[in-house]
């Protein structure tokens, strides 16, 4: 279930990551506090020394103030060096909370994380923008040690001259504020840009997987232009929140100068008129000169806070988005005979199916619109309920129950299946173990597949290299290699889409043969307009729109329907 994460908020996830590593928060906070405390102390132990050692010219005090002055360098030295190493874990440890939150939704047996996203995009949430919600735990030690800094130094001044710390006081909230709002555009603007910018990612992810059949095509020139156009979208973006950036950056550091500026004025109108010392002067104009690093911080923290909000949004529309399917608390699939039952089936294009597959039957099935063999499948594999109807397994419904105990029976083996990085061996055990027994498996079913040529063809055999996407192979071997994975995961039923499609007639009517018997017994789907596949089953059911037409042995089929022969045969 997502009860977990239903209602999850863009704020949410933001307090969450602090919230989840509020130990190294708390530890980077006080240390970065005292590193700013003690920076600030430096401009006032130098005005110290001025007054007390140089002006009276004794050596032991200026010893004294100068050995007082290296054990506060010492101490801010250190704290910020363990104080930016716990922030930063901090950062690190929730941006990995993220992703592996992010990646248990993507994985979820429910599905639906994908749904209007391009995986590409999913893979930017999962790594830019978990880094910018992360990012947040660094920046919030330094944020809160900036506020340390200038009450600190608003302290000493008071000390010094009232006016001085009444000026620094009340003057400092408004430019926080000013930051605060001048923040928000960039906030917006960095929302889009991390959209846009995730969407040209999958845009050029799903372009690199299809290159080859590009080529193929001669459509390489569609594919820059749209790669362009979306690309061109994203600069702009990216554009539009650099202007917002720069603006905010401007204000910000004007403002602070101003500010700065104003306090060093007062103190040195102050110093002339004898109501403070001359080392009191030296103090309060590197105090002055100190207050910009801590309000720079303010405004970086603004500033990544926003970007982090914005983040934080996009990572929770994720793990917020709805199941594709049901998820309910029926009970799991127990010892599978392999019957299936649809009634009144509706997904889709497909209407009122109604269809008894009995448990070992290999049934042929020839949906003659492409829209009406998917939404078949997506059924079966459980990527999404029917609108109406019933699909029961055993006389269990497979809607309420548990969607991976479902498809641990019911493995529907799509069309374009993909193979993965790794050794052809690796590729076709992928879902049946591992072991001698699961290598031994492997191997007939590779020989079944008619998919033994390509370990032959292979450095090193079954432990041969296919590469990423199965790059090194060709179409008809990627299909053979995915039909022998689909075998070797050896479920007790089997729904096969179109799996010979590239492959010569030869070696299908060799697949067909060899299919029919390796899976004796079990109960088989095979969704397919090839006459091979089709003439080695036990009966064919044809489907249209309005459900299942007509139902035969091919054979038949092919003597009395017309429709059929000009589908089958054509």
Same mark, same amino acid.
């Given at each position: 279930?997502?009860?977990?994460?239903?209602?999850? #908020?863009?704020?949410?996830?933001?307090?969450?990551?602090?919230?989840?590593?509020?130990?190294? $928060?708390?530890?980077?906070?006080?240390?970065?506090?005292? +590193?700013?405390?003690?920076?600030?102390?430096?401009?006032?132990?130098?005005?110290?020394?001025?007054?007390?050692?140089?002006?009276?010219?004794?050596?032991?005090?200026?010893?004294?103030?100068?050995?007082?002055?290296?054990?506060?360098?010492?101490?801010?030295?250190?704290?910020?060096?363990?104080?930016?190493?716990?922030?930063?874990?901090?950062?690190?440890?929730?941006?990995?909370?993220?992703?592996?939150?992010?990646?248990?939704?993507?994985?979820?047996?429910?599905?639906?994380?994908? *749904?209007?996203?391009?995986?590409?995009?999913?893979?930017?949430?999962?790594?830019?923008?978990?880094?910018?919600?992360?990012?947040?735990?660094?920046?919030?030690?330094?944020?809160?040690?900036?506020?340390?800094?200038?009450?600190?130094?608003?302290?000493?001044?008071?000390?010094?001259?009232?006016?001085?710390?009444?000026?620094?006081?009340?003057?400092?909230?408004?430019?926080?504020?000013?930051?605060?709002?001048?923040?928000?555009?960039?906030?917006?603007?960095?929302?889009?840009?991390?959209?846009?910018?995730?969407?040209?990612?999958?845009?050029?992810?799903?372009?690199?997987?299809?290159?080859?059949?590009?080529?193929?095509? @001669?459509?390489?020139?569609?594919?820059?232009?749209?790669?362009?156009?979306?690309?061109?979208?994203?600069?702009?973006?990216?554009?539009?929140?650099?202007?917002?950036?720069?603006?905010?950056?401007?204000?910000?550091?004007?403002?602070? @100068? /101003?500010?700065? *500026?104003?306090?060093?004025?007062? %103190?040195?109108?102050?110093?002339?008129?004898?109501?403070?010392?001359?080392?009191?002067? $030296?103090?309060?104009?590197?105090?002055?000169?100190? /207050?910009?690093?801590?309000?720079?911080?303010?405004?970086?923290?603004?500033?990544?806070?926003?970007?982090?909000?914005?983040?934080?949004?996009?990572?929770?529309?994720?793990?917020?988005?709805?199941?594709?399917?049901?998820?309910?608390?029926?009970?799991?699939?127990?010892?599978?005979? %392999?019957?299936?039952?649809?009634?009144?089936?509706? +997904?889709?294009?497909?209407?009122?199916?109604?269809?008894?597959?009995?448990?070992?039957?290999?049934?042929?099935?020839?949906?003659?619109?492409?829209?009406?063999?998917?939404?078949?499948?997506?059924?079966?594999?459980?990527?999404?309920?029917?609108?109406?109807?019933?699909?029961?397994?055993? @006389?269990?419904?497979?809607?309420?129950?548990?969607?991976?105990?479902?498809?641990?029976?019911?493995?529907?083996? *799509?069309?374009?299946?993909?193979?993965?990085?790794?050794?052809?061996?690796?590729?076709?055990?992928?879902?049946?173990?591992?072991?001698?027994?699961?290598?031994?498996?492997? #191997?007939?079913?590779?020989?079944?597949?008619?998919?033994?040529?390509?370990?032959?063809?292979?450095?090193?055999? $079954?432990?041969?290299?296919?590469?990423?996407?199965?790059?090194?192979?060709?179409?008809?071997?990627?299909?053979?290699?995915?039909?022998?994975?689909?075998?070797?995961?050896?479920?007790?039923?089997?729904?096969? +889409?179109?799996?010979? #499609?590239?492959?010569?007639?030869?070696?299908?009517?060799?697949?067909?043969?060899?299919?029919?018997?390796?899976?004796?017994?079990?109960?088989?789907?095979?969704?397919?307009?090839?006459?091979?596949?089709?003439?080695?089953?036990?009966?064919?059911?044809?489907?249209?729109?309005?459900?299942?037409?007509?139902?035969?042995? +091919?054979?038949?089929?092919? @003597?009395?329907?017309? %429709?059929?022969?000009?589908?089958?045969?054509?």
């Amino acid at each position: 279930m997502l009860t977990a994460d239903e209602a999850v #908020t863009g704020r949410a996830v933001l307090r969450g990551a602090i919230r989840s590593q509020r130990r190294d $928060v708390s530890i980077g906070s006080l240390l970065a506090s005292s +590193h700013q405390a003690g920076e600030a102390l430096v401009p006032v132990l130098i005005g110290v020394v001025i007054d007390t050692a140089v002006t009276s010219g004794s050596i032991g005090l200026l010893a004294l103030w100068i050995a007082v002055l290296a054990v506060t360098f010492a101490v801010l030295s250190y704290s910020y060096r363990f104080g930016a190493r716990a922030a930063e874990r901090a950062a690190e440890n929730s941006a990995h909370d993220l992703r592996l939150r992010l990646t248990r939704r993507v994985l979820h047996p429910g599905g639906g994380a994908d *749904a209007g996203r391009l995986s590409g995009e999913l893979v930017n949430i999962a790594t830019e923008d978990a880094k910018r919600v992360g990012a947040a735990n660094l920046v919030l030690p330094f944020g809160i040690a900036a506020v340390v800094a200038v009450l600190v130094s608003a302290v000493i001044l008071l000390t010094v001259s009232v006016p001085l710390g009444l000026l620094v006081l009340p003057g400092t909230p408004p430019l926080l504020l000013l930051t605060h709002y001048v923040s928000r555009p960039l906030e917006r603007r960095s929302g889009v840009e991390q959209e846009r910018a995730a969407h040209a990612s999958g845009v050029a992810a799903d372009l690199v997987v299809g290159l080859r059949v590009l080529k193929g095509l @001669g459509a390489e020139r569609a594919a820059v232009d749209r790669y362009r156009g979306t690309s061109q979208a994203s600069l702009l973006a990216t554009l539009r929140t650099a202007r917002a950036f720069a603006m905010q950056g401007g204000v910000v550091e004007a403002s602070a @100068g /101003l500010f700065i *500026a104003l306090v060093a004025l007062v %103190g040195g109108r102050l110093a002339a008129d004898g109501v403070i010392s001359i080392g009191q002067l $030296v103090a309060t104009v590197g105090l002055a000169l100190f /207050l910009m690093a801590p309000l720079q911080s303010a405004g970086w923290m603004t500033l990544e806070f926003a970007q982090a909000r914005a983040s934080a949004t996009r990572v929770a529309a994720v793990l917020s988005s709805p199941p594709a399917v049901a998820v309910g608390t029926g009970p799991d699939v127990g010892p599978v005979r %392999g019957a299936l039952r649809l009634r009144g089936l509706r +997904h889709g294009p497909l209407r009122g199916v109604d269809l008894d597959v009995a448990p070992g039957e290999l049934v042929g099935i020839v949906a003659p619109s492409p829209a009406v063999a998917a939404a078949l499948l997506a059924c079966l594999a459980r990527e999404a309920d029917p609108e109406a109807g019933t699909a029961e397994l055993d @006389g269990m419904p497979l809607v309420g129950a548990d969607p991976t105990a479902t498809r641990t029976a019911v493995l529907v083996a *799509a069309h374009d299946a993909v193979l993965f990085g790794g050794t052809l061996l690796e590729n076709v055990t992928a879902a049946g173990g591992t072991g001698p027994a699961a290598e031994l498996l492997a #191997t007939q079913m590779l020989a079944v597949a008619a998919a033994d040529e390509v370990a032959d063809a292979l450095p090193g055999g $079954v432990h041969g290299t296919v590469g990423e996407q199965g790059s090194s192979l060709s179409g008809g071997q990627r299909q053979r290699v995915a039909l022998a994975r689909a075998l070797t995961a050896d479920r007790p039923v089997l729904v096969l +889409h179109d799996p010979t #499609t590239a492959v010569d007639s030869v070696t299908e009517s060799r697949i067909a043969d060899a299919l029919r018997r390796v899976r004796e017994g079990r109960t088989t789907l095979v969704v397919t307009t090839s006459p091979a596949l089709l003439a080695a089953t036990d009966r064919v059911v044809v489907l249209d729109v309005d459900g299942v037409r007509r139902s035969g042995r +091919h054979a038949d089929l092919v @003597g009395s329907d017309a %429709g059929y022969r000009e589908t089958v045969l054509s």
